[in-house]
């Protein structure tokens, strides 16, 4: 490009952008640590926890034109900590990934596409058409958490508190096999049973058996002449073994 001539309006133009511009890089500079500071530990909205970035809800260019007319006189020169305060007092913040931020740009450049009559939509989407059939969706795992977490809150909002609503019973229906007919056949078929199965319907068998002779008193626990009796020694009396001491003196 050639050299370009400017008028005097457009020269005082572009100096006020450049001064514009320099007094915003002064400004984020001042509370860039504060932002760095507010990022939280996963995304506000799929709840990833990769590629982080703190996005300030309100812009940067409001807040300044806001200090300007409430502090003319701190604004040029800036007092830092004026605008810190003010900054902490008005600014709120919200933790987002990079694939949101991505996400929500290319759909905000759509919408303006479509405003502006330069997008267009596939042929094959028809408003008006049946509703399609859509493919299975597998969610992330940071998907069904936020779906559990939603579920739950609607369950805490609906039964629980005093006003809450009270939670159905549901009747489960289970079989009742008294009114079946075993058939006749099973009680004279052979079933073949092996070695290891053989052994445990043994160890069933003799187990129950013990626990029925138990609780009647049949194993023998009930006789007195079965038990056996403990002697307690008295402390005066002396143990006699018939038998001298190696370390006695003779």
Same mark, same amino acid.
């Given at each position: ?11 005082? &133009?572009?100096? +006020? ?60 020169? &800036?007092?830092?900590?004026? +605008? ?13 990934? &990079? ?18 009559? &330069?997008?267009?939509?596939? @042929? ?5 058409? @049946?509703?399609?059939? +859509? ?12 779906? =559990?977490? +939603? ?30 007919? =075993? ?53 005066? @009396? ?13």
């Amino acid at each position: 490009y050639g050299p370009v001539a400017l008028t005097a309006p457009s020269r005082r &133009l572009v100096q +006020w952008w450049l001064e514009q511009a320099r007094n915003r890089m002064r400004l984020r500079a001042v509370v860039q640590p504060l932002i760095n500071k507010a990022r939280g530990t996963q995304c506000e909205i799929c709840l990833s926890r990769k590629q982080l970035s703190v996005e300030c809800i309100i812009p940067l260019e409001t807040l300044a034109d806001r200090f300007d007319a409430e502090f003319p006189d701190q604004f040029d020169p &800036l007092d830092q900590v004026a +605008w810190k305060t003010f900054w902490i007092r008005h600014q709120r913040y919200r933790t987002v990934c &990079l694939g949101c931020v991505t996400a929500k740009a290319e759909e905000e450049r759509n919408e303006a596409l479509k405003n502006a009559g &330069l997008f267009k939509e596939d @042929e094959d989407e028809d408003p008006a058409g @049946e509703y399609p059939d +859509w493919p299975p969706v597998f969610p992330s795992a940071a998907s069904k958490a936020i779906l =559990i977490s +939603w579920y739950r809150r609607a369950q805490d909002r609906v039964f629980k508190g005093k006003k809450g609503r009270k939670r159905r019973q549901v009747v489960l229906e289970v079989s009742d096999d008294e009114g079946e007919d =075993i058939p006749s056949s099973w009680v004279s078929s052979q079933v073949k049973v092996s070695a290891a199965s053989h052994a445990i319907a043994v160890r069933w068998l003799r187990t129950a058996r013990a626990h029925i002779q138990k609780a009647k008193g049949l194993d023998g626990s009930a006789d007195p002449s079965k038990t056996l009796k403990f002697r307690r020694r008295k402390p005066t @009396e002396k143990y006699k073994s018939g038998k001298k001491s190696k370390s006695r003196k003779k």
